[in-house]
């Protein structure tokens, strides 16, 4: 990834995506206005932090990214594996609609969604024009949320797996992300003995990496290109909400993306 820094905020780019077809973004907590354990650019609106801080961070994040903030469009993520196909923004007070994964192929819509620990998969088709972002945590991981993506695109829009940029953001690594036996249970229940090499046994606990069950599921729907940032949100509290890491009580980062 390549870092980038304005007006305070500092956001950072896969290697991978064309600039001149695509604007985009991981924004980092750095740069906002909320305060405490939210601070400081936290775009999370159901997590206890001031609202007026939420939408004050929201119009300088659009700001800085150059479209408006009424081009967004976002969704009620719920940790399933229902993906979105976006036609235009959403409308101020329109509720948001569940779901983990969000594509479009309208230059006047804005893809945003948030994320604190869980995996950002952001999807770039430059042949048939199409960007989208997913939200793959254990669960959405687990359902291969990643797989149903690529699909649901093939169908939407015609897109190749073969087409596909794919790039990994900022979540919680192999080494931190401690889970229970009942996840690895259910996992090599919905996926057999594959799973097995995605789980460490320490002395400390069961690790899952995530990332590598996640570049797995797509690999085996057919995407090639795959940047992974590699870059752990439980070990880089500066720069990064986790979750677990700060034991529920954080912000979210933003992970932006439209066609130009
Ligand atoms: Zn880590």
Known sequence: MR??????????????????????????????????????LNLGGTNG???????????????????PYS???DVWQVHGKTIFFSEAPRPPGKKHLPADGIFT????????????????????????????????????????????????I???????????SVGLGPSICGKCYQVGEEVRQQFLKAWGAEAEQFFTKQENGLFLDIWEAN????????V??????RCCTAENLDTWYS??????????????????
Request: glycine content about 8%; charged content about 25%.
């Open 3 to 40: 870092q980038f820094q304005q007006d305070g905020l500092v956001y950072y780019k896969f290697d991978n995506f064309d600039d001149d077809a695509l604007d985009h973004a991981i924004f980092s907590r750095k740069g906002g206005s909320s305060k405490g354990p939210y601070a400081s």
């Open 105 to 152: 192929d309208k230059p006047e819509v804005t893809l945003i969604m948030r994320f604190a620990d869980c995996v950002p998969l952001v999807f770039h088709d430059p042949v048939q024009k199409v960007v989208g972002i997913v939200h793959a945590g254990w669960q959405g991981t687990l359902l291969r949320i990643g797989a149903e993506a690529v699909s649901a």
């Open 154 to 164: 093939q169908q939407r829009y015609g897109s190749l797996a073969s087409d596909l």
């Open 71 to 73: 081009s967004r469009f």
């Open 215 to 222: 570049e797995w599921v797509l690999k085996q729907a057919g």
């Open 224 to 229: 090639a290109q795959i940047e992974n940032s």
């Open 243 to 260: 979750y677990r890491k700060e034991k529920g009580i954080t912000g979210r980062f933003a992970v932006v993306i439209a066609l130009k």
């Open 49 to 67: 932090d001031d609202p007026n801080a939420v939408l004050a961070n929201h119009e300088k994040l659009f700001s800085v990214f150059g479209r």
